[in-house]
């Protein structure tokens, strides 16, 4: 079955840097869309940023200038270069992955932005 695991979220300063990486079995990156999403305690879950079989990267606005969607083919793991972190980052970053209309969630890794 389909496997998505995240891994690097951790406690951050405002203004820090952390990297995702989003490790995929049994589905892969290349050919079809990848996604980054978030949920904040109290939210709904949103999305970040993703990235299409093509390479075309779409951000919410909120990330633009800030974060940065790539993935490693070889490796089949995408990830999420996150810049500049703002306390409003605080959340729980999900990898999602889209093909042929079933989306894929990986459970989850917690990212928190505080002094």
């Known amino acids: 079955q389909v496997q998505l695991v995240e891994s690097g979220g951790a406690l951050v300063q405002p203004g820090g840097s952390l990297r995702l990486s989003c490790a995929a079995s049994?589905?892969?990156?290349?050919?079809?869309?990848g996604a980054w999403y978030r949920q904040a305690p109290g939210k709904e879950r949103e999305l970040v940023a993703s990235?299409?079989?093509?390479?075309?990267?779409n951000y919410a606005d909120s990330v633009k200038g800030r974060f940065h969607i790539s993935r490693d083919n070889a490796k089949n793991t995408m990830y999420l270069q996150m810049n500049s972190l703002k306390p409003e980052d605080t959340a729980v970053y999900y990898c999602?992955?889209?093909?042929?209309?079933?989306?894929?969630w990986g459970k989850g890794t917690l990212v928190t932005v505080s002094s």
């Open positions: 999602n992955v889209l093909k042929f209309a079933t989306n894929y």
């Open positions: 049994r589905i892969t990156f290349s050919i079809n869309t």
């Open positions: 990235i299409s079989s093509g390479l075309s990267t």
